[in-house]
């Protein structure tokens, strides 16, 4: 159980462009999802809050209007990262919380952004 | 402020030889804490947590961790390392009392050598 998947897992795009990343709970409600960047060799930096029906609650220093979060359902959060740049290539997990006050988090695999 | 600390960036060990992976916490309140581990190229699996109870704790694949509230540390153990084991461990932290968001630290890269 608690299995959560991303969708792509990679993607290639050019500068200018804008690209979605999915995250769904397979077997589960998540009310809050998260969303974090990693780069190389680094931690995982929380970029932002989504709970389910509300606006995402962002990390200082993330861009709302860049990285746009929808969490629609209990099971799909989405990540926008608009007019992609190189800086913005990086690692993108997503997380998930279920329903049940469960303390832990589950991860996705990650979905590899290169912006060329 | 939560903030998580993991002293060490690598750390190597023999196959067969218990292995310790360190990291010291701080938060305002009590905490909940995790160790996650990280294959190449994949995200973060889950392998314990302490909520409450025994300081104590089992994981999965033979992790164990011990809380260590005076010291502020949960320092993740297990009895004798594989080669399987070497990975990206990650210790994170979350304040009861505040949001649900984990604090992570750095990571610590683990190789066992056969």
């Known amino acids: 159980g608690a299995v959560v998947s991303q969708h792509p897992s990679r993607v290639i795009c050019k500068s200018g462009t804008s690209v979605k990343i999915e995250c769904r709970s397979l077997?589960?409600?998540?009310?809050?999802m998260f969303w974090y960047r990693q780069f190389p060799k680094q931690s995982l930096m929380l970029m932002a809050t989504?709970?389910?029906?509300?606006?995402?609650?962002?990390e200082q220093g993330v861009e709302k209007d860049k990285f746009l979060i929808n969490h629609a359902s209990l099971t799909l959060s989405t990540l926008t990262v608009t007019s992609a740049h190189p800086e913005d290539s990086s690692f993108y997990i997503c997380?998930?919380?279920?329903?049940?006050?469960?303390?832990?988090?589950?991860f996705g695999p990650g979905t590899r952004l290169t912006v060329t | 402020a939560q903030s998580v600390a993991q002293p060490e960036d690598q750390v190597n060990v023999a196959e067969g030889n218990p292995l310790t992976v360190k990291c010291t916490y701080s938060?305002?309140?009590?905490?909940?804490l995790f160790w996650y581990v990280q294959y190449p190229n994949r995200g973060l699996q889950f392998l314990l947590k302490?909520?409450?109870?025994?300081?104590l704790v089992k994981g999965s694949y033979g992790f164990e961790a011990e809380f260590n509230k005076s010291q502020t540390s949960f320092h993740l153990k297990k009895p004798s390392a594989l080669v399987s084991d070497s990975a990206l461990y990650f210790c994170?932290?979350?304040?009861?009392?505040?949001?649900?968001?984990?604090?992570f630290g750095t990571g610590t890269r683990l190789t066992v050598i056969p």
């Open positions: 994170a932290v979350r304040d009861r009392a505040g949001a649900n968001n984990l604090f």
């Open positions: 938060v305002s309140g009590n905490p909940y």
């Open positions: 302490y909520i409450t109870g025994d300081n």
């Open positions: 989504s709970n389910e029906g509300s606006k995402a609650t962002y």
């Open positions: 077997d589960f409600q998540a009310t809050t």
């Open positions: 997380s998930a919380e279920g329903s049940r006050g469960q303390r832990e988090q589950y």
